[in-house]
């Protein structure tokens, strides 16, 4: 008989229009592993209900107060009564499924409070559990005293440990004191017109991610802002692309850079089928982070062969310096990632194409899919 995975997770799009967003790649996931096993999906959403997939893939909706769950903060009192209603939701939607069905193992997407649930159900029913930890849960809830007792709980009660970048698998395993397997976190695009790299000048530049400090969106206003003439001499257009909190810092400052005669064009949030023809367009990739472990924008420029430009932080240098993809800037500061865009301006992007497909290859998400299912011993 075919396993029977539960996916458990409080990051899974709804799948309607214009609902790209966090936990689109799970959505990916989820379907590749449901070419193998038979899966199902526990999300929350807005009411409950069952969405038929195909194939082998059903998704299970349980009601929750607010979404997304991210914005709910623990540390604040109003959110307290709108998280213990999640977390009483998320835990009888499990004991529910676990009841009505055969399940083989239970796939905690992310470690709090999906593995939280996790480890409440396995102790119940005895199922074995996995986790797949987030930079968030480890590097963020892990510095709440009580929260991190019961995180490394978790971990260390899991049948194995996964996490998405290689400095975040490292500290899983301080944590926990087990193992942890690095398995990356990536989506599928679909395919568009041939992707043609420039061979010379001028090139064309993308960002596109959340306008938000930590992905460093106005560190790189502030490096465009540094260019010289000569510098944009060798940029066709600069094209910015999300949204967040920052919005109106960024378009501040594009309308300075506009108003300088310097081709920057901005846009909102775009979909899958809008990043993939970005990633297209783009002859690098532009991800200026503060904080950081492997974000998705990167496995998708090594899939749509883009080259990266980028600072030092999380696992970013060492993927550089690895498959040799990109530049990396000496620091995370607006002058040192200025000076790796002038670098790079003077560096063909079509001179990185062979290293491009080696990179792609190692964040393919069906490779993802038979990693787990080794670890926990499934295939």
Not at 325 to 351: D, I, N, T, W
Request: charged fraction near 20%; proline fraction near 7%; glycine fraction near 6%.
């Amino acid at each position: 008989m075919m396993p029977h995975i539960a996916l458990l997770t409080t990051s899974y799009p709804e799948r309607d229009p214009g609902s790209e967003a966090a936990g689109a790649f799970v959505a990916d996931f989820a379907e590749a592993l449901a070419q193998r096993v038979k899966v199902t999906v526990l999300a929350p959403s807005l009411e409950a209900r069952i969405e038929e997939q195909a194939g082998n893939l059903i998704v299970r909706r349980f009601a929750v107060p607010a979404l997304p769950l991210s914005l709910l903060h623990p540390w604040n009192p109003a959110h307290w009564a709108a998280i213990c209603r999640t977390l009483l939701a998320g835990a009888a939607a499990l004991r529910r499924l676990l009841r009505e069905h055969t399940i083989d193992h239970i796939f905690a997407l992310w470690a709090l409070p999906s593995g939280y649930w996790a480890r409440s159900a396995s102790n119940t029913a005895s199922i074995p559990y996995s986790v797949w930890a987030l930079g968030s849960d480890i590097w963020s809830l892990s510095k709440v005293p009580v929260v991190k007792n019961l995180l490394r709980n978790v971990l260390r009660n899991s049948h194995t440990c996964f996490a998405d970048g290689y400095l975040l698998q490292r500290d899983v395993e301080l944590i926990s004191g087990r193992a942890c397997h690095f398995l990356p976190s990536s989506r599928k695009l679909p395919a568009v017109a041939t992707k043609q790299l420039a061979a010379m000048p001028p090139y064309k530049l993308a960002f596109l991610g959340r306008w938000h400090p930590n992905k460093g969106v106005d560190l790189l206003l502030d490096s465009l802002g540094l260019l010289s003439d000569k510098d944009w001499e060798k940029i066709s257009e600069v094209r910015i692309c999300g949204g967040g909190p920052l919005e109106q810092r960024v378009r501040h400052a594009c309308s300075a850079l506009l108003e300088a005669q310097r081709p920057v064009t901005i846009t909102g949030y775009l979909g899958r089928n809008e990043a993939a023809q970005l990633f297209a367009w783009a002859d690098y990739v532009l991800l200026p982070s503060r904080i950081e472990s492997i974000p998705v924008v990167f496995s998708d420029a090594m899939k749509s062969r883009c080259p990266v430009i980028c600072t030092p932080v999380g696992d970013l240098p060492r993927l550089i310096a690895e498959y040799r993809v990109g530049l990396a800037a000496e620091e995370s500061s607006p002058q040192s990632f200025g000076k790796a865009l002038q670098q790079a301006l003077s560096h063909s992007p079509l001179s990185f194409e062979n290293n491009l497909r080696a990179a792609a290859s190692a964040f393919d998400i069906d490779s993802s899919v038979l990693k787990f299912l080794e670890a926990i011993h499934e295939v």
